[in-house]
T-cell receptor
Framework: EAQVTQNPRYLITVTGKKLTVTCSQN?????MSWYRQDPGLGLRQIYY???????DKGDVPEGYKVSRKEKRNFPLILESPSPNQTSLYFC?????????????FGEGSRLTVL | GENVEQHPSTLSVQEGDSAVIKCTYS??????FPWYKQELGKRPQLIID?????GEKKDQRIAVTLNKTAKHFSLHITETQPEDSAVYFC??????????????FGKGTRLSVIA
């Protein structure tokens, strides 16, 4: 089954404790992206990657890191989480190339930073 | 970069009535305009999209219209049903020479269909 898988789905952590949210897709997509969703603010892009070893900042990259060492994986790293990073996070992927296409979203990861 | 404005933020309609959600965008180079539906507790999923070479697209009870001159596009849902209740997001891309481009989303519209 074609899917985007995120882990963990739910996480409560404390300020400053490094964490990683993993994202994996099995559709051979070139393009992957991370969004955060907050009430009233919609979906805001954190980082995106057009292919392996190619990453770029989105609209709200502060406090986050990403890496794209393999085509299927795009982990989101919070080196020193803060309470303002409490949010619902979505990973998404699409075919890539020069034509923008459908984004396939993971199920979401709800993060709480105390 | 691209900026997408979406209105209204909330919308309530009676079952069977039509619903219209409007979005405007700022980047005249944008050429792809999808709409996503997010049911409560679920992930966003694509329901319809339109590219800039057409002005309207329909899929059963949903349709999207695009006015490139005015830089706005709209989602139309006819004969609404309770299962249409969800948050709807519009989006637009920002083409760049490097290829596939990130989507910029509107802030969403919470649609409630009252039975």
């Amino acid at each position: 089954e074609a899917q985007v898988t995120q882990n963990p789905r739910y996480l409560i952590t404390v300020t400053g404790k490094k964490l990683t949210v993993t994202c994996s897709q099995n559709m051979n997509h070139e393009y992957m992206s991370w969004y955060r969703q907050d009430p009233g603010l919609g979906l805001r892009q954190i980082y995106y990657s057009m292919n392996v070893e190619v990453t770029d900042k989105g609209d709200v990259p502060e406090g986050y890191k990403v890496s794209r060492k393999e085509k299927r994986n795009f982990p989101l790293i919070l080196e020193s989480p803060s309470p303002n990073q409490t949010s619902l996070y979505f990973c998404a992927s699409s075919y890539g190339g020069r034509v923008t296409g459908e984004l396939f979203f993971g199920e979401g990861s709800r993060l709480t930073v105390l | 970069g691209e900026n997408v404005e979406q209105h209204p933020s909330t919308l309530s309609v009676q079952e069977g009535d039509s619903a219209v959600i409007k979005c405007t965008y700022s980047d005249s180079a944008s050429n792809y305009f999808p709409w996503y539906k997010q049911e409560l507790g679920k992930r966003p999923q694509l329901i319809i999209d339109i590219r800039s070479n057409v002005g309207e697209k329909k899929d059963q009870r949903i349709a999207v219209t695009l006015n490139k001159t005015a830089k706005h596009f709209s989602l139309h849902i006819t004969e609404t049903q309770p299962e249409d209740s969800a948050v709807y997001f519009c989006a637009a891309n920002s083409p760049r020479n490097s290829g596939n481009t990130p989507l910029v989303f509107g802030k969403g519209t919470r649609l409630s269909v009252i039975a």
